[in-house]
DNA sequence: TTGTAGGCGTTATCAG
DNA sequence: CTGATAACGCCTACAA
């Protein structure tokens, strides 16, 4: 392994000097910065973080967390969330949790081994409990997902208004059996879905029409809606939390021979790529995923420098399309 | 920030002991190891990693280097990565390259930061031949693209004999005007998927039936469809080296009135969740997705046992559905 | 079984 | 502008 060392002696400077050229301090002539660069590309030397990092406590690395990359949802967050990054000089690394909660301690240990200088947390509100409870020190944000009332900076949507908003599209649609299929309720978004989507539907609201899965693929979608379309009097109307599940709601129709929207409304949340793509065309509540991956990224960037910024409400908007 | 020091100190041990403690030694009195951990507790203490680094150059972590993670095909090999690592007391970290060359020193930066134990790589085989150049010391492996004919580990299905089947199975079905639409060249399964294509085409082959777009997404498949069926002889039945090509082609022909597969048939590759739930559902060839991922975590393994495994080709199979 | 002490590679302080 | 040197927190011979 090359060190600072050895680029010093080959360079006929101290190690001091190698470093300091290495940290683009000013206070180093032109000549003898050329010199310790032409022997660094040379020895081909580069710089131990660890060690660096025992001094300085920086890494310039940023560890987001991510409950499950197959939501193709995040995928984009996490692209503006690394632009951000990059434009500042750090890097950003993922890390896909599975929210298993058995590997809590490996989990706790990575976020206190130092090796990040901070973390963005998507994971679900009830995780984020247990971290923010264990993890003192290291600066982090939440996205997304948050836990209601406690002080750690996030970045969201008003999930529970988008759930009203698109509950009364449908409503304002003429529909009165609305369905909702709801995903994990460990998820702050779920609960609070779930919960506009209840206040829009007032006394209409009919616990058979609610159906919670486990998660968002597509088959999880494919088999609530099955059942609900089971039921004696199945609904004109589906809200889905996700637009996967949408999609997989929208394949149960078809296959019951249902159309879609003239039988049944399907509205999706999310507007993935694929959400114009599909056929019929997805009606959803878009979020605007980059931003929130970019403005949790500066919320995170403003922690750093030793501030408490705000929480932000990013507004969502329903896109309409052809399912409902 | 407690150190050992401070652990020891309330404990009244050596540094040392701690240090044995926290390495799982033998060597300690269980009177005294039971101490030292109560101590641990109450403190709060956790293991500087960087600082440990610095001493053992271990740090249990791997990183997997994903172009773009938007490309639903690479959440499940990932998937496949990570359960074996976690298995082994790994843990998997990502990075979306979005194989930006600009970027390429802060990259080789992190791989010689020696802050990961080993790293598997899937960004194109023009990528990994830089990476390849620079970090000489780092153990790596390759998955689904690779350097031919190079030393680098790796695990890939036989993009070429996939494509081929792929091409087969529609001239079997008496298609003659067969097109391509292919990615980016810069990856090797594209540039083997075209030659197997290619092949199976023998002096079928036209050029103006291949289509080469700079990506998967579904609006690049959909663009290129379209050119395609602008042709004075339009094909019918088209090979798209993805799913999300392929999906974007079908939509394509929708918007031109034709039906799939009756008009146009259309293939896909890799086998992505959503192809048996898109309308028409994908005839597609599938890969093992987490199985190359896991593979391709079990040859690192190796490689830090000292070892040098051979490569492996897993094999794809074809799933016969309504778009072709 | 336990303690002492040296060093991993880097950076920052303090002289010169 | 440059150099010597002391940390950073941990691990591991070697000694006791």
Same mark, same amino acid.
């Given at each position: 392994?090359?060190?600072?060392?050895?680029?010093?002696?080959?360079?006929?400077?101290?190690?001091?000097?190698?470093?300091?050229?290495?940290?683009?301090?000013?206070?180093?002539?032109?000549?003898?910065?050329?010199?310790?660069?032409?022997?660094?590309?040379?020895?081909?030397?580069?710089?131990?973080?660890?060690?660096?990092?025992?001094?300085?406590?920086?890494? &310039? =690395? !940023?560890?987001?967390? *991510?409950? @499950? +990359?197959?939501?193709?949802?995040?995928? %984009?967050?996490?692209? $503006?969330?690394?632009?951000?990054?990059?434009?500042?000089?750090?890097?950003?690394?993922?890390?896909?949790?599975?929210?298993?909660?058995?590997?809590?301690?490996?989990?706790?240990?990575?976020?206190?081994?130092?090796?990040?200088?901070?973390?963005?947390?998507?994971?679900?509100?009830?995780?984020? &409990? =247990? !971290?923010?409870?264990? *993890?003192? @020190? +290291?600066?982090?944000?939440?996205?997304? %997902?948050?836990?209601? $009332?406690?002080?750690?900076?996030?970045?969201?949507?008003?999930?529970?208004?988008?759930?009203?908003?698109?509950?009364?599209?449908?409503?304002?649609?003429?529909?009165?059996?609305?369905?909702?299929?709801?995903?994990?309720?460990?998820?702050?978004?779920?609960?609070?879905?779930?919960?506009?989507?209840?206040?829009?539907?007032?006394?209409?609201?009919?616990?058979?029409?609610?159906?919670?899965?486990?998660?968002?693929?597509?088959?999880?979608?494919?088999?609530?809606?099955?059942?609900?379309?089971?039921?004696?009097?199945?609904?004109?109307?589906?809200?889905?939390?996700?637009?996967?599940?949408?999609?997989?709601?929208?394949?149960?129709?078809?296959?019951?021979?249902?159309?879609?929207?003239?039988?049944?409304?399907?509205?999706?949340?999310?507007?993935?790529?694929?959400?114009?793509?599909?056929?019929?065309?997805?009606?959803?509540?878009?979020?605007?995923?980059?931003?929130?991956?970019?403005?949790?990224?500066?919320?995170?960037?403003?922690?750093?420098?030793?501030?408490?910024?705000?929480?932000?409400?990013?507004?969502?908007?329903?896109?309409?399309?052809?399912?409902?």
């Amino acid at each position: 392994m090359i060190t600072v060392q050895d680029v010093a002696h080959r360079a006929k400077v101290s190690t001091a000097t190698v470093s300091r050229v290495l940290n683009k301090h000013a206070s180093v002539s032109s000549a003898t910065r050329e010199r310790v660069e032409t022997v660094i590309k040379k020895l081909g030397y580069r710089v131990d973080v660890s060690a660096r990092l025992l001094r300085t406590s920086q890494t &310039r =690395l !940023v560890l987001a967390l *991510v409950p @499950d +990359l197959s939501n193709p949802f995040y995928a %984009e967050v996490l692209r $503006g969330m690394s632009t951000v990054a990059r434009e500042h000089n750090y890097e950003l690394l993922l890390c896909e949790t599975m929210v298993d909660e058995a590997r809590e301690r490996a989990f706790v240990q990575m976020l206190t081994s130092r090796l990040y200088d901070g973390v963005i947390c998507m994971d679900p509100f009830t995780t984020q &409990r =247990l !971290v923010s409870e264990q *993890v003192k @020190d +290291l600066p982090w944000v939440a996205c997304s %997902e948050f836990v209601q $009332g406690d002080a750690v900076p996030h970045v969201s949507i008003n999930h529970q208004q988008a759930a009203m908003d698109a509950t009364q599209y449908l409503l304002a649609k003429g529909h009165k059996r609305i369905a909702l299929i709801n995903s994990d309720e460990k998820y702050l978004y779920a609960k609070a879905r779930r919960a506009g989507y209840e206040a829009a539907m007032g006394k209409r609201l009919r616990k058979s029409y609610i159906q919670t899965v486990g998660g968002v693929d597509f088959a999880l979608g494919e088999q609530a809606a099955k059942q609900l379309l089971a039921l004696a009097k199945p609904p004109s109307a589906i809200v889905a939390v996700s637009d996967t599940l949408a999609m997989g709601a929208i394949k149960a129709c078809r296959t019951k021979g249902l159309m879609v929207p003239q039988d049944v409304a399907v509205i999706g949340f999310d507007d993935i790529p694929l959400a114009s793509i599909f056929e019929p065309s997805l009606t959803t509540i878009a979020q605007p995923k980059a931003e929130l991956g970019a403005r949790a990224m500066h919320l995170l960037l403003e922690r750093f420098k030793g501030k408490h910024p705000a929480s932000e409400t990013l507004s969502h908007r329903l896109i309409e399309r052809e399912s409902a």
